[in-house]
């Protein structure tokens, strides 16, 4: 009975993960307050690593869907459109570069200082005034409509972006998305290259942090290697559904209702804080 309320918790886990890795509103922040509320009966260092490598299934789910454009080796394009592929994906490596070296550098003293409810809440409000800001700011028509039109200053620019997404409750992709919209690119040209940044990205930080466990000698056992396994699977499935819903609907609408539910929330989160002080 308690393994299967622990599967229960992995399944939840799981659905938050799907969900907020690809909306801009930040994933990493809805899983500190999540951990709040639902406490995984995991080791402090399994946790550490399950909240991050949780987001392979996540990744997956982009691969999947985007495989084919995604792929330099399909023999369904011709030359011209194979070297087009390259391209982005050489772009994409550039737009990676700065969170990667600044995450490694970081890393650790962001974990010490920084992963707490108090920094999500501002985080989300201040992201989401943001959001809602832009988005009256530039009713415009974007000079980059497609995401091969991003070029390589950009796609740096893009990723410099991404680097304030090592503040938990600011949303990776949110970061991405809107330096993109600032940048003069259309917000489905933005979401999709964001989406194939989160590769390497969520890639890399996901094998420091497996690195981190393993060097711990912290060993997992078999039921926290199962709520991974879990986790990952639900977070997969839903990230289907998400990143397809996300792509119609950024088509047609903006992102004001993203920016308005980050405010709602960080302001309920900081009254949850305020409560827990006092009593």
Aim: net charge positive.
């Amino acid at each position: 009975m308690e393994i299967f309320i622990e599967i229960l918790k992995a399944i939840l886990f799981g659905i938050v993960e799907g969900v907020t890795e690809w909306l801009p509103i930040s994933s990493t922040g809805h899983m500190i307050l999540l951990d709040q509320l639902v406490k995984l009966k995991v080791t402090p260092e399994f946790y550490e690593m399950f909240q991050v490598v949780i987001q392979l299934g996540a990744i997956l789910a982009v691969v999947l869907l985007f495989f084919h454009k995604l792929n330099p080796f399909s023999p369904k394009k011709e030359v011209a459109v194979r070297n087009q592929t390259w391209q982005l994906w050489f772009k994409v490596v550039v737009a990676v570069l700065p969170s990667a070296v600044i995450g490694l550098l970081l890393d650790d003293w962001m974990d010490a200082y920084f992963y707490n409810h108090i920094v999500v809440a501002i985080a989300l409000v201040v992201y989401g005034v943001a959001f809602l800001y832009l988005e009256r700011a530039n009713d415009k028509q974007y000079k980059l409509k497609d995401v091969y039109d991003i070029d390589y200053r950009t796609a740096l620019l893009i990723g410099a972006f991404q680097c304030l997404a090592l503040i938990p409750g600011t949303s990776r992709s949110g970061s991405t998305i809107l330096g993109a919209i600032i940048l003069g690119v259309a917000r489905p040209a933005g979401a999709e290259f964001s989406f194939f940044l989160a590769i390497p990205t969520m890639l890399g930080a996901s094998a420091l942090k497996l690195l981190k466990f393993l060097l711990s000698g912290v060993s997992a056992t078999g039921t926290e290697l199962l709520l991974l396994a879990v986790g990952c699977a639900v977070s997969f499935l839903v990230s289907l559904l998400v990143i397809r819903s996300l792509m119609e609907y950024v088509r047609k609408h903006s992102f004001r209702v993203f920016g308005i539910y980050r405010i709602i929330l960080g302001g309920i989160v900081l009254a949850w804080f305020v409560v827990q002080q006092m009593i």
